[in-house]
């Protein structure tokens, strides 16, 4: 099942100037950093709280005019993107939903951020939300 929120996706255009915008807006800071070749994106992870072990927020730039991100952009600007789930098992997890009638994106799990195991549930499935499942590494 679930354990709790791991972050919120944001779609941005730039991520430098997002993580300068969240830095000197709300004082946020980024707790890691990375490019997603397969995923198409350019992502950093921030955090509110001092020692970053709190809820974090997910800056998503697009690396490819045919990424997920970069469609988002296209027909919504920016904005929140997806909400991720942290899980313990992400194949079980994503069995679970899939036998109850809710379509995965991914056959089997891909790379996400800073060695995680990342699926998603089809956001027509689940209210509008692109959810995502996280398995950390
Ligand atoms: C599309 N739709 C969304 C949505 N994206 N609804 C809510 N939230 C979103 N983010 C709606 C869209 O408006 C359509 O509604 C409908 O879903 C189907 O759209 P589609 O044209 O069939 O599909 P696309 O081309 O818009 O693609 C949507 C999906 C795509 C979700 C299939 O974005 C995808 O594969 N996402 C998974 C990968 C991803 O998001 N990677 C970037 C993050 P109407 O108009 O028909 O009503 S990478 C990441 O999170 C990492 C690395 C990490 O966390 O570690």
């Known amino acids: ?7 919120v996706g ?3 255009a730039d991520l ?4 300068t915008f969240y830095s000197e807006t709300f004082g946020m800071h980024c707790v890691h950093e990375e490019r997603n070749e397969e995923q198409g994106v350019r992502e950093a992870m921030i955090a509110a709280d001092p020692d970053g072990t709190g809820a974090r927020i997910q800056l998503l730039a697009p690396l490819r005019p045919d990424s997920a991100i970069a469609k988002f952009l296209d027909r919504n600007g920016p904005g929140l993107q997806q909400l991720a789930y942290t899980v313990k098992d992400v194949e079980a997890a994503s069995d679970a939903l899939r036998a109850r009638g809710l379509r995965l994106l991914y ?10 195991r990342i699926n998603f549930v089809h956001p027509k499935d689940a209210g509008g939300v692109l959810v995502e499942l996280v398995e950390p590494a």
């Open 1 to 7: 099942g679930l354990l709790r929120v791991d972050h």
């Open 10 to 12: 944001i779609a941005v």
């Open 16 to 19: 430098d100037e997002a993580l």
């Open 107 to 116: 056959e089997s799990p891909r790379r996400g951020t800073a060695g995680s």
